[in-house]
């Protein structure tokens, strides 16, 4: 098994996920690569989605609860009324949020049945084919989600505590999301393939007749995401606005915009910093192309409100068809542990610790010990990956690699392929090659085409599933 690093996949960790989806949610936008939605429907489709907020609060039960009875069947997995009830208040309230509109409670909660027959049909596909989460991962999971909150892992606990979740359910829910997204990586997105006519066709619709130029141009965005509380006071949210202005200060003085995504950025990873990938201004957020506009490239933009918090953008890399583009590439290395029945994630991140340790005290090179233990392909070469591009990586592997600075050695990293010890060696502004443009564009047709072979996987799952309905939900 070889593993190769270099591939696109439109989600990435759960942690990252779960803030992702809270900010396209407050935003009332999806996240870019899916479309726009707008409406009722979109909403309650986002609100579905949300099964973890960022802010990790267990939401308040639909009124009363009822006497608790079985829903539906799946596979000869229950259902019960209580799940459905649950799911209900966490969609209302989302909904709610966003100034949405919901349908009738009989409608609802037929939508959330639906939902989750299919959550547990992924669920049985993973349990049934071996598909399991490691402890190491939901912890770093969790770890992270305490981070985007500003706040520790026993703070979190602790406030979900007051607020009604168990950190056993909020495991759960963690261990379930996850899982359910290594099927996909498994069963699609790994699948995913794109062809030179995939992408002639793609670019051939960026120049139909009658598009703004704005919504074709290719662009790569830089991120900065200050949280501002639900129901925060003036007080807070003036703190928060004061804080995004001085993030968006710093970024206009230093050209490394990492260095103020690490200090100042509210979500570290994913499309809270770094590189978003070189895109299609269309594929952004509304929100983000409105304000971003014709801004040049290494423009700051920002701060601007949305429902999630203050945001400052940066212009990474800007082109229109045809024009140069200009893109911050990472050369970096890195030692591969494959994970199997003899060697679990967790002995895998230690060993990979004792790695770190040995290179940060001299006793031995990085280079060294990959060529010695890494599983991946590139041990020969001492791990070393070469240059590259936003979105190249897998997304789990990408977020890290941007978040270090040159000759900084990662923490253990999990990715679907194994675990990761991951050390940056320079980074640089470069101009593409045509070929390399056309990559970029290969990357934006993969996450468009994953996504829709997921939907498609989707319905094939639920229709292979014997599912008995029982009583309605109440």
Known sequence: MRFSPKSSSVCGMAAALFMLAAVAQAQGLKSPGTGKSKGTDASISRALDATVQASGRQLPAAGPRSADYIVAVVNSEPITNNEVRARMARVTQNVSEQGGQLPPQSELARQVLERLIVERVQLQEASDTGLKVDDLTVNQAMDNVARQNSTDLPGLLSRLKAEGLSEAQFRAEIRNQMTMQRVREREVDGKVKVSEADIDRFLKEQKRPGEAAAASAMVD??????????????????????????????????????????????????????????????????????????????????????????????????????????????????????????????????????????????????????????????????????????????????????????????????????????????????????????????????????????????????????????????
Not at 341 to 347: D, P, R, W, Y
Not at 366 to 386: C, I, M, P, V, Y
Not at 466 to 474: A, D, K, L, M, T
Request: aromatic share 8%; net charge neutral.
């Open 221 to 474: 965005l830089g991120h900065i995401l200050i949280l501002v509380p639900e129901n925060a006071s003036p007080a807070v949210v003036a703190e928060r606005e004061a804080k995004a202005k001085q993030a968006a200060e710093a970024a206009r003085k230093n050209p490394d915009f990492i260095a103020s995504v690490r200090e100042f950025s509210d979500v570290p990873n994913g499309q809270g910093g770094g590189s978003m990938g070189m895109r299609p201004m269309s594929e952004y957020p509304e929100l983000f192309a409105k304000q971003v506009g014709s801004a040049a490239t290494g423009s700051i933009v920002g701060p601007f409100r949305s429902d999630a918090g203050f945001h400052v953008l940066k212009v990474l890399g800007k082109s229109q068809s045809g024009a140069p583009v200009y893109i911050t590439q990472n050369h970096a290395r890195h030692i591969l542990l494959l994970v199997d029945k003899n060697l679990t994630e967790a002995q895998a991140a230690k060993r990979l610790e004792d790695y770190k340790r040995r290179v940060e005290a001299g006793q031995a090179t990085f280079q060294q010990l990959a060529q010695e233990f890494s599983k991946d392909g590139s041990a020969r070469n001492g791990g070393d990956l070469g240059w590259s591009s936003p979105g190249q990586f897998v997304p789990e592997f990408e977020r890290v690699l941007d978040g270090l600075q040159p000759g900084q050695i990662s923490n253990p990293v999990v990715s679907r392929f194994g675990v990761h010890l991951i050390q940056l060696i320079e980074r640089r502004q470069e101009k593409l090659t045509e070929r390399e443009q056309r990559e970029m564009v290969r990357n934006v047709v993969r996450e468009r085409k994953a996504e829709q072979d997921y939907e498609t996987w989707l319905k094939e799952l639920r229709g292979k599933a014997f599912v008995e309905y029982r009583e309605p939900p109440q």
